[in-house]
């Protein structure tokens, strides 16, 4: 499977931006991840293509949606009131396991990151 990941960009703080990523075949779930400069690879959500049930990590949750295309096998990262602590290099992944899914180890398919910068 492969990912393309886009629509990163710079922003001031309180804007949005969505994050796109298409995926060239069905996987059990995609998820978003972020890398901050010094800082290891971070969990931010992902969603279940089966059901579309959802996961979030806390610091984003009421900020950030995860939502589907499925005609364009595509998941999109939209994400509101952003805060200069969400910059960072954001990337999608896939896996076709039901478990382990906050882990960056158990997801064997990587989009190419798009930069995010939140400015203050």
């Known amino acids: 499977v492969q990912l393309q990941a886009s629509g990163g960009g710079v922003v001031q703080a309180g804007g949005s931006l969505r994050l796109s990523c298409a995926a060239s075949g069905r996987t059990y779930v995609m998820g978003w991840f972020r890398q901050a400069p010094g800082k290891e690879r971070e969990f931010v959500a992902y969603?279940?293509?089966?059901?579309?049930?959802?996961v979030y990590e806390d610091s984003v949750k009421g900020r950030f949606t995860i939502s589907r295309d499925n005609a364009k096998n595509t998941v999109y990262l939209q994400m509101n009131s952003l805060k200069p602590e969400d910059t960072a290099v954001y990337y999608c992944a896939a896996d076709n396991r039901p478990f382990g899914l906050l882990s960056t180890k158990q997801y064997d398919y990587w989009g190419q990151g798009t930069q995010v910068t939140v400015s203050s």
């Open positions: 969603m279940r293509w089966g059901d579309s049930s959802a």
